[in-house]
């Protein structure tokens, strides 16, 4: 055999060698790629390992289990903080309503007595500025239950129009007091299988951010799907300029913030109720004119009352 044709034989035999190597490279980067697919799909914690012994596929897998794991402290230590919170909140909404229980009482024994003109009127601004305490301190309560656990739910079948109508109503001395009115408009009745309590939450925390953020008159329309039901409230906002429409159901975002007295939870008790309804809330600015949107399945699990 002369020293081509050896020369020959050991070029096949490294490529044939080559091509081995390759292919099992090929096969490792496609295990890595199975086992973190796995991971994102079925929410499992297993590292990353290999079977061919390559230093630098060795290296990246070490470097891939250290990425995932500090990114499983991130999200550990996320949930942490958000308990944390969850507990502040609640704590904080238990601890002030004792006070403000006290305060309520001593200004009714101010009430009762004989009070000259002038302490009336001071005696009338208190009571307000407790009253829109009191209503912080309930939103603050209401948004640590909903975040601490799902209510359950009572399904029913519920015609959404009326119960609009019926909210709006009841709002009516408010929109007045704010010079404001409501249009809305002329709709076949809606009806969907949801829970009327938190639905009726709903409604109410839209129209109240309607009633302290609207510059003008205010338009309702209900919207129907073949498989969805919605509600629209457009309205002209005070300081458009100032508001972030993208972070309006952040909790505690208040736009203006030298402006606000609100907590900004209003918006963000909406989107915890839509969510756990199965539905959504989005929001839209357009030549200064807000709009919120709610949609809702019509049909929501089994209905416990019928």
Known sequence: MNALTIATAVSVLLALMHALYIVFLQRQLRSINRQLNKRLTEHTRQPISLEL????????????????KAEENLRLHGIREEKRFKDLIANISHD?????TAIKGYQQLLDNGELSGDQQKKLHIARKHADELGRLIEHFFEYSYLLSAEPEQHIERINLTNLVTDCLAASVTALEANKLTVRMEESPPIFVHTDKDMVTRMIQNLIRNCIQHSNGDIEVSLLQAVDRAGLSLRNPVKHAADLDVKRLF?????????????????????KLLAEQLGGS??????????????????????SSRE
């Open 53 to 68: 012994l390559s230093r630098e596929l060795n290296t990246l897998a070490v470097n891939i289990n250290k990425c995932l």
């Open 96 to 100: 002030l309503r004792t006070p403000l």
């Open 250 to 270: 952040d909790r505690f975002y208040t736009g203006d913030q030298a402006r606000s007295t609100c907590t900004g939870l209003g918006l963000s008790i909406v």
């Open 281 to 302: 809330v989005i929001a839209s600015m357009q030549d200064g004119v807000l709009e919120i949107r709610v949609e809702l399945p019509k049909m929501n699990g089994m």
